[in-house]
C-alpha cells in the first residue's frame, strides 16, 4: 500500500471543512480526526490500495506570512513536504480565490483545483468551463459540493492519479517580465543550499521579504537579505516599481485571463439571496438585536434543554459510580482505606465534568451551524463597529469567539490567533480580554452553580453571564487602551462576507464530535491529573494524632451502643464482632443506595432479589418483616447507619481543613471572607489555575459524600455548601474575571514576549475579581437582595458603564517618540 500525504488549502469561507468531511466517507475510513489541533486537522483515508493522510490547513488567502494562518499553512508545506496540495476554490467567488491558486502552484508540488459550491455557483447562474481552466493551469480540476456531498470520489481518484504522476511534473512558471532577471539571480545564489523546496520559489518568495523563508535560507545563506535587498533596490531604480506589489499585479492579472476565458456570469447585476438577507441581519438598527437574540436562543437550547438530558446521563454515571464503589475495598465501619477514598475522588472529579457533555455537544452542533450558515463573519462586521469605539478591532472578534464569547470555547488558540490582527494597540487588548470569555472550562462550573442556586432562572442567569463577559472585556479593553496602551499603533479594518450556506448534517456533527472529543480528552488527561495531586494535597498531613484518637472513641460509642441495643437478640452472634458488624452495615447501606436509585417496581424487585441471592442471613435484617427481632435489629441498624455517616463527614472535613490545600484556602479567608467565599471555594479556584475545569471536580469531590448513591454534584454543593445564591452570585462574578489558566499564561507570554505583561494578565483580573464580588455581596447583604436580584443589579451597571463609553469616545495619542526634556528651562 502506497502512503500519500496531502495538504488542503483554501482561502477562508471556501468550504475546506465540507471537502474535508466528503473525502471521508469514501471508500474506507481508517481513522476519524486521530489528531485534532488549534492550527489543522488530521483525517487518514484508503482509496484503491493507497493510504492517504490529508491535512486540513488554515484557511488563509495568500502564501504570505503576515497572519498566523499563514505560517501555520507554509511551515507545513516547508517541513512536511507533502506528495500533492489540493487546493478548495469558492466556484462562486472564483476571481478572487484563483491568486492563492497560483501561489500553491509556483511552490512546485502537483495541485489538484476543486471547485467547490458548485451548487450555488449554477444557483446563481454561475457557468464555469472547468476543463478549460484545467488546460490553462495544466492540472486537475474537479467540480464539487461539499455540502450536497458531490464530488468526493473524482477528488480522490485525481489525488491517487496526481501523486502516481509526480515524476513527471513540469515545473510550474508565470513569466514576470521585468523581475525574471532578479529572479534568476536570487534562484542561481540559492541553488546549492541544502533545501528540497523548489528554487525558483524560494526565490520568489524572498523577493517578497518572506519572513519565514529568508529565516529559512539564512541558515545556509547569511547574507541573502542584503543581497536580496540590492536586487529589489535595483528594479526599483530601473522599473519604479516595488517587487511585491509588481507580483500580486501579475497573479492577479492572471487570474483575471482565467476568469474571463473559463467563467460566464449570467445574473451578474441580480441581487442574491445573500444580499437580501443581509439587508436584514445587518441593518444598523436590526443586527445587535437579531445578535443577541441568537445568543439568547443557543443558550435556551443548549443549557437549558440540553441540562434536561443529564437526567438521563446522570443515571449511567451514578451507576458507574457505584460499579467502581462494589470493586474498591471496603470501610471497616469508620477505617476507610486510601483506595477507596482515591477511587471515589477519581470518578467524583470525572462524573461532576462529564455529565454534562449532552451540554456540550448541543452547544458545538449549534456554534457549527453559524459557522456553516455564515453568521460568524457577519458577528465580525456587525460588532466591529461596536469593538472600535472600545480600542478593539472587527479582527478581535475571531480570537473572542474563539475564548468563548459565545460559550465553549478556549482562551488559549483566542489569545494566539490575536497575531493576525495588523492593528498593533488592538491585538495588545485583544490578548488581555479574551481571559474574560466564557471559555468551555467555565461552563460545567456555571452549571454546577446555576444547577445548585437557579434552577429556576438558569436560562436568563446564563444569558447574563455570556453576554455581560463582552461588556466587561469591552470597559477592560477601553480602560488599558486609553492608558498603558495609547500610544501603540493602529490600522484599519478589512474582512469579506462569505454568502449564506445550508449547513450539512453530517458536517455540523462531525465538528460537535471533535470538540467533544477534544474535551473529553482534556478531562482524562488534564483534569484528572490535577485531580491526583489536589488529592495528595487534601490528604497531607492527614489527622492529628488526638484527632484519630477522638474520632476513634466516638466510633467505638456508636458501636458499643448498637452492641448494648441488640445483645438481647437470638441473632446476636451473627454480628458480635466488629469486622461482622461492619460488613452488615455496608451490606444495609449498599442495599438502601440501590433501591433508591431504582427507577421502577421491576428494578427494585431485581435489587431485592440480587441481595437475597447474596445473603440471606443479612437480608432478614433489611427486610425484617413479620420478625420482631430482625425489625429490632433494623431499628439499630438505621441508627448507626446514620451516626456512622455524621463520624466520616466529620473525619473528612477535619482531614481537608487541615491539609496544605485547605491551610492555603484559610490563608486566604481575611481576603475572600468580604465576597463570602470561605476556604473550599478558594481550594476550588486555587485548583482552577491549572485547569477550569478543576474547580468544579473540586467541589464536586468536597460535597459529595464517599457513599454509593445518586446525589447530583449541584444538590450534594446546594445540601452541604451552606451556601445562598447570593454567595453563589458572588463566586459566579468572581470566576467571570478570574485569570486564565497555566496554558494561557504561557501563550501570552509567548505574543507579548514580557513577562511583566504575563503578570499583569494574571494579577489585574484577580484584583478586578476580588474587589467587584465583594461589592456585591456586600450590597447584597446591606439591602437584602436574592442571588438573582444582585447578578441583575450588576448585569445592568456593567451594560450602562459600557454605553456611557460608547456614547462619550475618548481620541487616543497615536505617536510616541521625540526629545525628553527633564525640565521646560530646556525649551
Given at each position: ?6 495538504a488542503?488549502?483554501g482561502?477562508?469561507?471556501c468550504?475546506?471543512?465540507t471537502i474535508f468531511?466528503?473525502v ?15 492550527d489543522k486537522?488530521?483525517g ?5 490500495n493507497?493510504?492517504i493522510e ?8 495568500s ?9 501555520v499553512a507554509?511551515?507545513f508545506i516547508?517541513?512536511e513536504?507533502?506528495?500533492v496540495?489540493v487546493?478548495?476554490?469558492?466556484a462562486?467567488n472564483?476571481k478572487?480565490?484563483?491568486?492563492l ?5 509556483e511552490?512546485?508540488i502537483?495541485?489538484v483545483?476543486?471547485?467547490?459550491m458548485?451548487d450555488v455557483a449554477k444557483?446563481?447562474?454561475?457557468e464555469i ?7 490553462m493551469?495544466?492540472?486537475?480540476v474537479?467540480?464539487?459540493?461539499g455540502?450536497?456531498?458531490l ?6 481518484k ?8 509526480k515524476?513527471?511534473y513540469?515545473?510550474f512558471k508565470i513569466?514576470?517580465d ?6 534568476n ?7 546549492k543550499?541544502d533545501?528540497?523546496?523548489n528554487?525558483?520559489w524560494l526565490?520568489?518568495k524572498i523577493l517578497?521579504s518572506?519572513s519565514?523563508?529568508i529565516?529559512?535560507?539564512?541558515k545556509?545563506?547569511?547574507?541573502i ?10 528594479f526599483?531604480e530601473?522599473?519604479?516599481k516595488d517587487?511585491v ?8 492579472d492572471?487570474?483575471?485571463i ?9 445574473n451578474?447585476d441580480?441581487q ?11 441593518n444598523?438598527?436590526?443586527?445587535i438585536p437579531?445578535l443577541?437574540?441568537?445568543m439568547f ?11 434536561k ?10 451507576a458507574?459510580?457505584?460499579?467502581v464503589?462494589d470493586?474498591l ?8 482505606p486510601m483506595?477507596t477514598?482515591f477511587?471515589?475522588?477519581m470518578v467524583?472529579s470525572?462524573?461532576?465534568?462529564m ?5 456540550f455537544?448541543?452547544l458545538?452542533?449549534l ?5 456553516d ?7 465580525a ?6 469593538f472600535k469605539?472600545?480600542?478593539l ?5 475571531l ?6 464569547a459565545m ?15 495588523a492593528?498593533?494597540r488592538a ?10 470569555m466564557?471559555c468551555l472550562?467555565?461552563?460545567p462550573f456555571?452549571t ?5 442556586f437557579?434552577k429556576?432562572d438558569?436560562a436568563i442567569?446564563?444569558?447574563f453571564i455570556s453576554?455581560i463577559?463582552l461588556?466587561?472585556a469591552?470597559i477592560?479593553?477601553?480602560?488599558i487602551?486609553?492608558t ?8 484599519p479594518?478589512?474582512?469579506?462576507l ?11 456533527i462531525?465538528r460537535?464530535?471533535q470538540?467533544?472529543w477534544v474535551?473529553i ?5 488534564i483534569?484528572?491529573?490535577?485531580a491526583v495531586?489536589l488529592f495528595?494535597m487534601l490528604q ?6 488526638e484527632?484519630k ?5 466516638k466510633?467505638?460509642?456508636a458501636?458499643?451502643s448498637?452492641?448494648?441495643k441488640?445483645?438481647?437478640?437470638i441473632?446476636?452472634?451473627e454480628?458480635d464482632?466488629k469486622?461482622e458488624v461492619?460488613?452488615l452495615?455496608n451490606?444495609y ?6 433501591r ?6 421491576d428494578?427494585?424487585k431485581r435489587?431485592?432479589?440480587r ?6 442471613t443479612f437480608?432478614k ?13 433494623n431499628?439499630?441498624?438505621?441508627k ?5 455517616k455524621?463520624?466520616?463527614?466529620q473525619i473528612k472535613?477535619?482531614k481537608v481543613?487541615n491539609?496544605?490545600?485547605g491551610m492555603t484556602?484559610?490563608a486566604?479567608?481575611p481576603?475572600?471572607?468580604?465576597a463570602?467565599?470561605d476556604w473550599k471555594?478558594n481550594v476550588a ?5 491549572a485547569?477550569r475545569?478543576?474547580?468544579v471536580?473540586t467541589l464536586?469531590?468536597?460535597y ?5 448513591d ?5 444538590e450534594a454543593?446546594a445540601?452541604?455548601s451552606?451556601?445562598?445564591?447570593l454567595?453563589a452570585?458572588?463566586?459566579?462574578i468572581?470566576?467571570?474575571l ?12 509567548m505574543q ?10 494574571i494579577?489585574?483580573?484577580i484584583?478586578l ?11 447584597g447583604?446591606?439591602?437584602?437582595w436574592?442571588?438573582f436580584e444582585?447578578m ?8 450602562l458603564?459600557?454605553?456611557a463609553i460608547?456614547?462619550f469616545?475618548q481620541?487616543n495619542?497615536?505617536?510616541n517618540g521625540g ?5 521646560k528651562k530646556?525649551l
Open positions: 500500500m502506497n502512503n500519500i500525504k496531502v488542503l488549502a482561502q477562508p469561507n468550504g475546506k471543512s468531511n466528503l471521508s466517507g469514501i471508500e474506507q475510513h481508517i481513522a476519524n480526526y486521530p489528531g485534532v489541533t488549534v486537522k488530521v487518514y483515508f484508503k482509496y484503491d493507497h493510504k490529508m491535512v486540513d490547513l488554515p484557511g488563509t488567502y502564501f504570505s506570512s503576515y497572519s498566523l494562518e499563514e505560517r507554509k511551515d516547508l517541513d513536504n507533502p506528495d496540495i487546493n478548495v476554490i469558492d462562486s472564483i478572487r480565490n484563483l491568486y491558486t497560483f501561489q500553491l502552484l511552490i512546485g502537483p495541485v483545483v476543486v471547485l467547490n458548485m444557483r446563481r447562474d454561475i468551463d472547468s476543463k478549460k481552466i484545467s488546460q493551469l495544466n492540472c486537475p474537479v467540480e464539487a459540493s455540502a450536497k456531498g464530488g468526493g470520489k473524482d477528488i480522490m485525481n489525488i491517487v492519479a496526481t501523486a502516481k504522476n515524476n513527471s513540469q515545473e513569466n514576470y521585468e523581475l525574471e532577471h532578479h529572479i539571480c536570487l534562484e542561481e545564489k540559492i541553488s543550499i533545501l528540497i523546496q528554487k525558483r526565490a520568489i517578497e518572506d519565514t523563508i529565516e529559512r535560507i539564512k545556509y545563506e547569511p547574507s537579505e542584503e543581497f536580496a535587498k540590492k536586487e529589489e533596490d535595483t526599483h530601473r522599473y519604479d517587487a506589489s509588481f507580483l500580486a499585479s501579475y497573479r492577479y492572471s487570474a483575471d482565467i476568469y474571463h476565458k473559463s467563467v460566464k456570469e449570467k451578474k441580480k442574491t439571496l445573500t444580499q437580501k438577507v443581509d439587508k436584514i441581519i445587518l444598523r438598527f436590526l443586527a437579531i443577541l437574540f441568537f436562543m443557543v443558550y435556551q437550547i443548549s443549557i437549558v434543554w440540553g441540562y438530558l443529564t437526567d438521563y446521563t446522570w443515571p449511567i454515571l451514578a458507574f459510580k457505584n460499579i464503589i470493586i475495598p471496603q470501610a471497616n465501619f469508620t477505617d476507610v483506595i477514598d477511587g471515589i475522588w467524583n470525572a462524573n461532576a465534568l455529565n454534562y457533555l449532552p451540554i455537544f448541543i458545538f452542533a456554534i457549527a451551524i453559524m459557522e450558515v455564515g453568521y460568524m463573519p457577519r458577528m462586521f456587525i460588532l466591529d463597529r461596536v469605539k472600545f480600542g478591532h472587527g479582527q478581535s472578534t480570537p473572542l469567539v474563539l475564548g468563548g460559550v465553549g470555547g478556549c482562551a488559549v488558540p483566542g489569545v494566539m490567533s490575536t497575531k493576525g490582527i492593528d498593533d491585538r495588545m487588548a485583544t490578548i488581555f480580554s479574551v481571559p474574560y466564557n472550562a467555565k461552563v456555571y454546577l452553580i446555576l444547577g445548585a437557579f429556576p438558569m442567569m446564563m444569558f453576554t463577559t461588556f466587561i469591552m477592560v479593553a477601553k480602560l487602551t486609553s498603558i496602551l495609547k500610544t501603540r499603533e493602529t490600522a479594518f478589512l474582512m469579506e462569505p454568502p449564506y450556506h445550508t449547513p450539512t448534517f453530517k458536517g455540523v462531525i460537535a464530535s470538540r467533544v474535551y480528552k482534556k478531562v482524562v488527561t483534569v484528572l491529573a490535577v495531586i495528595a497531607f498531613p492527614g489527622l492529628s494524632d484527632s484518637i477522638k474520632f476513634e472513641d466510633s467505638n460509642k458501636l458499643s448498637f452492641d448494648t441488640v445483645k438481647a437478640s441473632y446476636y452472634e454480628f464482632t469486622e461492619s460488613t452495615l451490606y447501606d449498599e442495599y438502601r443506595t440501590k433508591m436509585t431504582a427507577t421502577s417496581k428494578a427494585a435489587v431485592d432479589e441481595f437475597l441471592l447474596r445473603n440471606k437480608y435484617y433489611i427486610k425484617p418483616k413479620r420478625d420482631k427481632e430482625a425489625r429490632k435489629i431499628k439499630e441498624l438505621r448507626l447507619s446514620s451516626k456512622r455524621a463520624i466520616l463527614r472535613n477535619e481543613e491539609s496544605i490545600l484556602g484559610r486566604m479567608e481576603i475572600t471572607q468580604y463570602g467565599f471555594i479556584f486555587l485548583s482552577s489555575f485547569a475545569e478543576s474547580a471536580a464536586g469531590s468536597l459529595e459524600n464517599n457513599k454509593a445518586n446525589m447530583r454534584a449541584e454543593m445540601l452541604n451552606g451556601y445562598t445564591p454567595h452570585t458572588a463566586i459566579i468572581f470566576m467571570l478570574t485569570p486564565p489558566c497555566i496554558a494561557t499564561m504561557i501563550v501570552v507570554k507579548t514576549n514580557s513577562y511583566k505583561w504575563m503578570m499583569f494578565a494579577f489585574f483580573p484584583g475579581g476580588i474587589v467587584l464580588s465583594s461589592l456585591v455581596f456586600t450590597l447583604n446591606i439591602f437584602s436574592s442571588g444582585a441583575t443589579y450588576f448585569y445592568v451597571s456593567v451594560v458603564l459600557t454605553i460608547a456614547l469616545p481620541k495619542i497615536n505617536w526629545i525628553k526634556l527633564k525640565n530646556e
